[in-house]
């Protein structure tokens, strides 16, 4: 069973930049589509990032509020996937999870495998 681990939340100021990992153990993800979500209080779960691989090679996505400002990345070796978040803005307070695997569409937060969560605060 794979369990992925979500690091690198935390506190920061209004402009600032944030580098959250999801590392995977007991398998792999390597070779799945990895996505990124939040949630902030009394709201839906959110896309945020996805990584995917098909026959046209490697592929990312990013939900409207953060494209530009959030990049996904991936470290096979580590069976690591990055979110570097530039620009940080108040309005991207959430629990960022990572995801492995969808059962569907990949910006719909229905994955196999779920992270437990890291708390990013934005303060402005």
């Known amino acids: 069973q794979v369990q992925l681990e979500e690091s690198g939340g935390g506190l920061v100021q209004a402009g600032d930049s944030l580098r959250l990992s999801c590392v995977a153990s007991?398998?792999?993800?390597?070779?799945?589509?990895a996505g990124w979500f939040r949630q902030a209080p009394g709201k839906e779960r959110e896309f945020v990032a996805a990584?995917?691989?098909?026959?046209?090679?490697?592929?990312?996505y990013y939900g409207d509020s953060v494209q530009g400002r959030f990049t996904i990345s991936r470290d096979n070796t580590k069976d690591t996937v990055y979110l570097q978040m530039n620009s940080l803005r108040p309005e991207d307070t959430a629990i960022y999870y990572c995801?492995?695997?969808?059962?569907?569409?990949?910006?719909?937060?229905?994955?196999?495998?779920w992270g437990q969560g890291t708390q990013v605060t934005v303060s402005s």
């Open positions: 995801a492995g695997r969808p059962r569907g569409t990949f910006e719909v937060p229905d994955y196999v495998y």
């Open positions: 990584s995917r691989y098909s026959w046209l090679g490697h592929s990312t």
């Open positions: 007991g398998g792999t993800i390597s070779s799945d589509t």
